[in-house]
């Protein structure tokens, strides 16, 4: 896989994208990444990427112009994903779907916003970390590549760690870990997890994964009801 990723700050993947899994799947050849500079594809001394926005009002918007000439250069097949608080939510079913695609371009936005001609004509996909903003779509790039990179086979030593993790198999969250001393400050580990029962530890861990998930996230629950993964227990 190839994943492009396309922003004014090529320098802040290059650690993140050499360390843990990311990393690891680069050296074992089982990802590329390719870091493109925006202000590469400007033709103004200044190397300018953005103008005021038709109008008016507030900030900057950054033009189409680039973004249009950084994905025309590329090698590229897959979907191209526009990072912004106006996409729809990201979840573990994107990253599963684009995992198996032989590519994927990654576009990040800043300042004010990006001009709509961008998510609407070049980006196949507008997608979004939660309702929150950040400064750049670069700190969800990251995000979008960690997830999406984990997934490839034979990137994690333990492929069974990530069957168990949240979201893997349906919408529930994942329940609770404890590991050595079984007793640290008055707080034990449950005694069932040190049984060697495995047919009750796992009726334990998936009634704390329904416990949590209802608790923490009905609109997770809500959702894992109507699949059928899980009874209405209200």
């Given at each position: 896989m190839k994943i492009h990723i396309v922003s004014i700050f090529p320098d802040f993947f290059r650690t993140p994208l050499d360390t843990s899994i990311p990393g690891r799947a680069a050296r074992a050849g089982l990802v590329e990444y390719e870091l493109v500079d925006l202000r590469d594809f400007t033709h103004d001394r200044h190397r300018t990427v953005d103008a005021l926005p038709y109008g008016g009002g507030a900030g900057m918007?950054?033009?189409p112009e680039p973004f249009y000439e950084a994905v025309e250069s590329l090698d590229r097949s897959g979907p191209v994903v526009l990072?912004?608080?106006r996409g729809r939510p990201f979840r573990h079913d994107d990253a599963v779907r684009l995992s198996v695609e032989p590519d994927l371009t990654l576009l990040c936005g800043h300042y004010k916003d990006v001009d709509e001609r961008v998510a609407r004509h070049l980006a196949t996909d507008e997608i979004s970390l939660g309702d929150f903003v950040l400064s750049g779509g670069e700190i969800a790039a990251l995000a979008v590549t960690d997830a999406v990179v984990r997934l490839l086979p034979g990137a994690m030593g333990d492929h069974e760690s990530a069957s168990t993790d949240s979201f893997y198999d349906g919408?529930?969250?994942s329940p609770p870990s404890w590991t050595r001393p079984p007793?640290?400050?008055g707080f034990s580990v449950p005694d069932v997890l040190r049984t060697g029962d495995h047919a009750r530890i796992d009726e334990f861990r998936e009634a704390e994964a329904r416990r949590i998930t209802r608790e923490r996230r009905p609109d997770?629950?809500?959702?894992?009801?109507?699949?059928?993964?899980?009874?209405?227990e209200s």
């Open positions: 918007v950054m033009k990072l912004s608080p919408p529930l969250l007793e640290y400050r997770l629950w809500a959702r894992a009801v109507e699949q059928g993964v899980v009874k209405d």
